[in-house]
Structures are given as C-alpha cells and as structure tokens.
C-alpha cells in the first residue's frame, strides 16, 4: 500500500502488487480499489495496481469540484508517472470505464488495452436517476446486519448471488459505528453528481470510437440499469473484435469473478 501527491496536492492511495504485465483496476462511483477484490486472485502473471479516486477509500477528500471524470483521468496519468509505467491495460467497473474511454481519447498512447464492465458511452437514465437518490448519503439502518436483510431486495437485477457475498459488498460500502451506518467516501461526492447530473449529457461514443485498435473487452451484467442491451449491442457493431460477454444472474455491477466474466477478462488479457 502506498501514496502519491496529485499536482494539486491531494494525497491518493494506491495498491500496486504482483509482476508481469501493467493491469490498473479503477473503480465504480462510490467505490475503492476493494471493489477488485472478488477478481483479483484469478488474475494471474499481471502487476496489479488499485487506485482510490479523490475523496474515496484511503485517499484523502478534495474539493468537490474535482470530483470529476477529467480530473480523475489526470490523477491516473500522474499515477503511471509516479509509478514510471509509459502503459498499462485498465480494468474500469462503471465510472472507471468512463475514465478508461476518456485516457483513450486524451492519452491513448499509455494504454495497452481497455476491459469495460458495466459501463459503455451511453448511461442509462433509470440508473442515473436512482444513483442520484442514494449517493453521498447515510443508510437509515444501523447495522450492517438490519441492511443485510433488505440488501437482496434493494441490488436489482442479482440472482444466485453466493453465500456471504452481499455481506463481503455491504462492508466494504459502508462502515459501522455508533451512530449507525456511515459511507465510506465524502459525501461531497453527491454536489458532484448532481451537477454533473444537470447538465446535457455529452455525446460520449467519441470516447468509444477512441478505443479503436486496443484490445478491447466489454462485460454486461445482465439485468443492468446503467449499460442498456441495445447501447451493447451497438459497441458489438463498432468493434466486432471487442470480446463481449453479458453476465447472469448479474446487475450493476457484475463481480467480475463470475465464470463468464473470468473467460471473457482472461481471453482479453492472453489478447494484450
């Protein structure tokens, strides 16, 4: 476990473990590199590094105003710099994908390849407007225990969901303390969303296009309510040669060690 110092001084946690090929893991909105637990032992012969954006997990909380996809795409490339990488091939659940696409696009020289999961240039609004109603909030419950028994209820589009699972997600979610349970990430995060929420949703297939010629991956979980089916069927039909896999029993986001999510993300690997 380490950090650096991004150019406006704020400190961001990073793990960085293993050997062999670059494999940079950036997770969803509200999320840290912990999301990347569940994969990362069937992920074998790569260096694996996690990065924790501005404001979540271990890195330390920032204006609000920098939370956003351009300045988190900055953080990453003075990661690669602190690290003294020239490339790596980025793993990006939900936001992390939006931050792969716009590297892409600004950047595209330090990377390698781009898996995407649960996550295309084009956002759901269902899934947007039920975002908005929950981030930068405290749960009313005030135990991990009194949220596990609405949890299966409230994760859409999850079936078939293993044993313990939903406890190994709703702690590392949220932690719990005296005064119930309580975010772990600022929840300054939520006056980022909702104003990025209010503005016109940009044309993002720009960012897709931009992918061209690396090897590309793209994972769906299949009852998601961020990557719409005909959003993924539309990225088959720009990139045929992208491996594309939709996840059972599986919302937003898959595991990632899911069968079909560890065959599609291993044939991508053996591809960079």
């Known amino acids: 476990m380490a950090n650096f110092t991004s150019s406006d001084g704020i400190s961001l946690h990073f793990t960085d473990e293993g050997s062999g090929l670059p494999l940079l893991c950036l997770p969803g909105l509200t999320r840290d590199g912990r999301d990347f637990d569940f994969v990362a032992p069937h992920l074998a012969g790569v260096r694996l590094i996690r990065l924790d954006y501005r404001g979540r997990g271990q890195s330390q909380w920032a204006d609000p105003g920098s939370y ?48 995407l999961n ?10 947007l407007e039920l975002i908005a109603t929950y981030v930068g909030r405290n749960p009313s419950h005030k135990t991990h225990d009194s949220l596990l028994a609405i949890w299966p209820e409230v994760t859409r589009g999850f079936r078939n969901v293993p044993d313990g ?14 005064d119930g349970l309580k975010i772990t990430y600022d929840p300054g995060l939520r006056d980022a969303v909702l104003a990025a929420a209010a503005e016109p949703m940009p044309d993002l297939w720009p ?15 299949e009852g998601s309510d961020i990557l719409h089916e005909t959003t993924f069927t539309e990225m088959q039909r720009r990139r045929p040669d992208m ?12 595991y990632l060690d899911e069968p079909e999510s560890l065959d599609a993300l291993r044939r991508w690997i053996d591809r960079l």
């Open 165 to 178: 699972r939903f406890r190994e997600e709703v702690t590392r979610l949220y932690d719990e303390t005296p």
């Open 118 to 127: 649960d996550v295309g240039p084009e956002i759901d609004p269902k899934g």
């Open 207 to 221: 960012l897709f296009d931009a992918l061209t010629g690396l090897p590309l991956c793209a994972l769906r979980g």
């Open 243 to 254: 491996i594309a896999a939709t996840i059972p029993d599986r919302g937003h986001v898959p």
């Open 68 to 115: 956003s996809i351009p300045t988190e795409a900055r953080d990453v490339l003075e990661l690669l710099d602190h690290l003294g990488l020239e490339r790596v091939a980025i793993l990006g659940t939900s936001r992390g994908g939006l931050i792969a696409m716009t590297l892409a696009a600004i950047a595209r020289d330090r990377l390698s390849g781009v898996a």
